[in-house]
C-alpha cells in the first residue's frame, strides 16, 4: 500500500502542481487583460484629451478670426465715418466760401468816429453801398457832414 499512497500523493501534488499553475496562469492572463485594458483607457483619454485640445485651437481660431474681423469692420466704419465728416466739412466749407463771394460786408466810418457795417450782394453797384451809407447817415447826421471822395460814384448819385 505502501506505493499505491506514494502514486496518490505523487499524482494529488501533480494535480495540485497543475491547478496552481493553471490558477497562476488565469492571473497573469487577466493581468494582461486589465493591463491591455488600462492602456486602452489610457489611449481614449489621450486622444479624447488631444481632441479637445484641437477643438479649443480651433475655437480660438474662430474667436481670433472673428475678433480679426470686428476689428476691421470699427476700422471700415471709422473711416467711413471720418470720411463723411471730411465730405461734410467739405460741404460747409464751399457753402462759406459761396456765401462769401456772393455777398461782401463793408464797413463805413462816419466823421465823428462811429462807424457801420452792412452786407451787400456782389452783384449789386456799389452805388447801392453809397445809397444805403447816405440814408444811414442823413439819420445820424446832416448830409454836409458827408464828403464824397469818389467823383466817379457822385456823378452815378446825381
Known sequence: MNA???RKELERRKVGQSIQELSRKQQEEKSKELAEEIKKQKAEEKAAKQKIREQIARDREERAAQFQQQKEERVKAQAAKSEAKKIEEQQVKQQTERSKMESARIQFRLPDGSSIMNTFPSDKPLSDAKKF???????????SDISYENPVIQSQMS
Open 4 to 6: 499505491e499512497g506514494i
Open 133 to 143: 451809407l447816405y440814408d444811414v447817415s442823413s439819420k445820424v447826421m446832416s448830409y
